[in-house]
């Protein structure tokens, strides 16, 4: 299973042009408002490796300018000869434009900005975004992507993910708000988890359960047909510093004693809470058997981050890399993800990598 998900996300990261649906954007966005109406008053918001004929995101912000209170919306897309994909025509609405230029069409990056009704039919939406080529190829490092990046407030893409570290680098070094879509297993990775522990990065509101279903250009990579589009479930997550509601909601838990007792999963019932050898935790295997009693440190899957209430439980760190070292888990276990994790030498289960370590907050 996790050597699927593994090829899945390898392929994916040969191919750029996932595209998210406008309903993932809709749901995810709203949870915002629902936590703070006033999450985007205001605020310029940069799509950055967006483009209004292909991309849902410059689509969504647009037709809901007025509803966020937007002060401003800038989208930048990639020209197609420096992408990976290169299989594009210019659109109707790009050739039919006074501004087209047959020879800047395939090489420049373009820049879509709103802020204003420039058509005058009392509201400002889609039809008013005005355009021109970029001087570069709309790359997100390049200086004037880079300049936009410093005049937004917040930061909303789903980032190429052939080149997600760099991006990631890119957007936290700006110290901008961001909502971004992200593979689920970036979580673990020495570049992100810091943040996560620091309270500077989390999941938003989306479930992680299920993957998201992207719409795909790559007619050799297909999951599925939906209403004729090609489609790929990707196991991506939203990740944000904006705050959500959900972000704030505590899981509900049993005792020790009851999950001993009563829990679904077979394994509690029968061998109880386990402890490392290496580490002074106990493993907890599913984010549903953490027991609500239970003052010690924990050691639980990736997948807790979806659930986490940082009200509720503290991020102490992971069993891996400089954050392990700090912790002082001992490196004698043999690193395996799955539930094997038990010591040849000694017999006996040890804190994984692939484990975060937790406690309950008082
Ligand atoms: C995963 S797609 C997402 C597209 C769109 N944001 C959406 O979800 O609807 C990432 C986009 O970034 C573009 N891209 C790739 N490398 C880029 C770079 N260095 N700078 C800017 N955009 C890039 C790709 O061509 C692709 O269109």
């Known amino acids: 299973m996790a050597n699927n998900t593994n090829l899945g996300a390898a392929k994916a990261a040969k191919n750029d042009e996932f595209y998210t649906q ?35 995101f410059t689509r969504f912000f647009a037709q809901n ?44 990056g373009k820049i879509f900005e709103l802020t204003r009704d420039t058509n005058q039919n009392g509201r400002i939406d ?37 080149v997600f570290l760099p991006f990631f680098s890119w957007l936290i070094n700006s110290e901008k708000n961001f909502l971004i879509i992200a593979n689920k297993n970036c979580v673990t990775y020495k570049e992100l988890f810091p943040y996560i522990k ?7 509101r989306t479930e992680w359960a299920g993957g998201m279903w992207f719409e795909t250009k790559d007619r050799n990579d297909i999951d599925r047909i939906i209403d004729g589009v090609p489609m790929k479930n990707i196991p991506s997550i939203w990740l944000t510093n904006l705050d959500h509601g959900r972000r704030h909601e505590r899981l509900s838990l049993m005792s020790m004693k009851d999950n001993l007792r009563y829990s679904k999963h077979e394994d509690i019932r029968r061998y109880g809470y386990i402890k490392y050898d290496n580490y002074d935790a106990i493993d907890i295997p599913y984010v549903d058997v953490i027991p ?12 807790f981050l979806d659930k986490y209430c940082p009200e509720q439980f503290e991020i102490l760190g992971i069993g891996t890399g400089d954050s392990a070292k700090e912790l002082g888990i001992n490196k004698n276990y043999r690193g395996r993800t799955d539930l094997s994790f038990t010591n040849p030498e000694t017999g006996k289960p040890s804190c994984p990598f692939s484990r975060i370590l937790i406690r309950k907050k008082a």
Request: proline share 7%; glycine share 4%; hydrophobic share 30%.
């Open 292 to 303: 609500s009693d239970y003052e010690g440190v924990m050691g639980i899957p990736a997948t």
């Open 22 to 56: 406008y309903a993932d954007i809709q749901k995810e966005v709203n949870a915002y408002l629902e936590y703070n109406p006033d999450t985007f008053r205001d605020k310029t918001v940069l799509l950055p490796c967006d483009d209004p004929e292909w991309s849902n």
């Open 198 to 204: 620091a309270n500077k990065l989390w999941s938003g």
């Open 126 to 162: 889609i039809d008013d975004l005005e355009w021109h080529y970029l001087e570069g190829d709309g790359d997100f490092r390049s200086p004037e992507v880079c300049k936009l990046r410093d005049e937004a407030d917040i930061i909303v893409t789903n980032p190429p993910f052939s």
């Open 65 to 108: 300018f007025e509803r966020l209170g937007l002060k401003r919306l800038i989208s930048t897309s990639y020209a197609v000869e420096s992408k990976k994909y290169k299989d594009y025509q210019p659109t109707l609405w790009e050739q039919e434009s006074p501004l087209f230029d047959p020879d800047k069409t395939r090489i420049k």
